[in-house]
């Protein structure tokens, strides 16, 4: 089987295996025992969607790596857990991936809350783990040595959102001066509240509402009709993507247009959320780990987009950067055992481009984990120097608009969802 010349898309997971066996990957024969990487994520229930696209770019990244020549000659293999969502499940996942699978490394997960279920399994049995999807400032604060996070802390997400609503003033004239924020009762929900509260005085703002509502909520007619009410200037959206979903849809019903409505990625990144709030979204803005129109990492979506018909998104180009972060250390250590793999993790320092290998195609140039102190806490093993940009949905798709620096794509001011 071939990739067709005329750029139909190949959906199949299954498909897109046998198209690079058959292929590329054929050109590369690896020896050894795998690397057994093993990948927990949601891939039923609420929050299926999700954790199938980051499934994407963690399979696209082990084939490449396989393609490459493996890790010093051995294959990489994906070895999937399907968490349901359920922490209770999550646990369980994990002890049978590590104690029957016997698998090396672990990614995951995208639910903070399983996530930090997962790393204390993976502590207790000295696996290492990046989570590449992961927000939550606290996941970090316990001091597990085998735990890392790629991706940047929930913090540094809402403070870049406070940056963009103050500096869009330069280009829109309008100044946030209110907001409101909208998040679910999660652990990542109630954190972006908590984040909300410590940067708005900061940035010269004034929180005049806080709505927390219950995550797969059935209605949020109620919710709509509060922010509504007190008019702020702009929302501040933490949301999982069926639930974006229903707040676009209810905002339409409702007719509420807030000025700005700024979202911390999650599900209104999801590949699903646009086709699902076609023609409603558009003005929506929301943080981005990457984008399309960002000038890194253009290749390797050109040939992910083939594959898979869609664009890479940030949870598929950081999870793509994880499983390349893993060949990294695991060449490093020269060994699979997890105690070395964990030690060349805390050594490495990534700059540009991976050795041997593609560029950061995230929107920084370095990974290094490291220990800092934030809000009087100290967090362990984080990726130093992560960050993110802002994209608004124009037309049908997220277009970069800050920093300034990176994008000259107008702000569209008030949004108009749909106008």
């Known amino acids: 089987m071939m990739i067709p010349d005329s750029g139909e898309a190949i959906t199949s997971e299954a498909d897109y295996r046998t198209i690079l066996e058959d292929t590329e990957a054929a050109e590369t024969i690896l020896t050894g025992e795998p ?12 929050n299926a969607a999700i954790g199938t696209n980051i499934l994407r770019g963690i399979d696209f990244a082990a084939e490449d790596i396989n393609r490459a020549g493996g890790v010093d000659g051995r294959p990489v293999e994906i070895i999937r857990g399907d968490t349901q969502g359920d922490p209770q499940v999550a646990r369980q996942v994990a002890e049978r991936l590590i104690r029957l699978e016997r698998v090396h490394a672990i990614v995951g997960c995208h639910q903070s809350t399983l996530t930090e279920i997962v790393a204390q399994v993976c502590e207790q049995y000295q696996i290492p783990m990046i989570t590449a999807i992961s927000t939550v400032d606290s996941i970090s604060t316990h001091n597990n040595e085998y735990f890392f996070r790629l991706c940047p802390m929930n913090s540094l997400y809402l403070e870049n959102m406070f940056m963009y609503m103050r500096d869009q003033t330069e280009k829109t004239g309008s100044q946030v001066k209110t907001i409101a924020v909208f998040a679910d009762n999660s652990m990542i929900g109630q954190e972006a509240i ?37 008019n702020a200037d702009a929302v501040v959206a933490e949301s999982y993507v069926s639930d ?22 999650n599900g209104f990144a999801d590949p699903s959320f646009i086709p699902a709030t076609k023609g409603i979204s558009n003005g929506l803005t929301s943080v981005v780990e990457w984008n399309p129109d960002l000038t890194k990492g ?12 869609i664009d890479m998104n940030g949870h ?38 991976f050795p041997d290998g593609p560029e950061i195609i995230l929107p920084y140039d370095r990974i290094k984990f490291e220990n800092r102190r934030f809000d009087n806490l100290w967090h362990y093993n984080d990726n130093a120097y992560a960050s993110v ?31």
Do not use: H
């Open 35 to 46: 690397i057994r990487i093993g990948a927990i994520y949601a891939l039923s229930g609420n």
């Open 194 to 230: 908590r984040c909300a509260r410590l940067y708005a005085p900061q940035y010269g703002m004034e929180i005049v509402k806080e709505i927390c509502y219950n995550q797969g909520a059935a209605d949020l007619t109620r919710e709509i009709q509060q922010l509504k009410e007190v």
């Open 244 to 265: 974006a979903i229903l707040l676009m849809k209810t905002m339409k019903e409702l007719d509420y247009r807030p000025p700005i409505l700024i979202a911390k990625a």
């Open 298 to 309: 253009q290749e390797i979506n050109r040939r992910f987009k083939k594959i898979f018909g």
């Open 316 to 353: 598929s180009a950081e999870a793509y950067t994880a499983v390349w972060t893993f060949k990294t250390a695991f060449e490093k250590a020269g060994t699979d055992e997890g105690e070395a793999v964990k030690d060349a993790l805390k050594a490495l320092d990534i700059r540009g481009a």
């Open 389 to 419: 940009a802002i994209a608004q949905i124009q037309e049908g798709e997220y277009k970069t608009v800050w920093p300034f620096e990176y994008s000259e794509q107008e702000i569209v001011y008030p949004a108009g969802y749909g106008e």
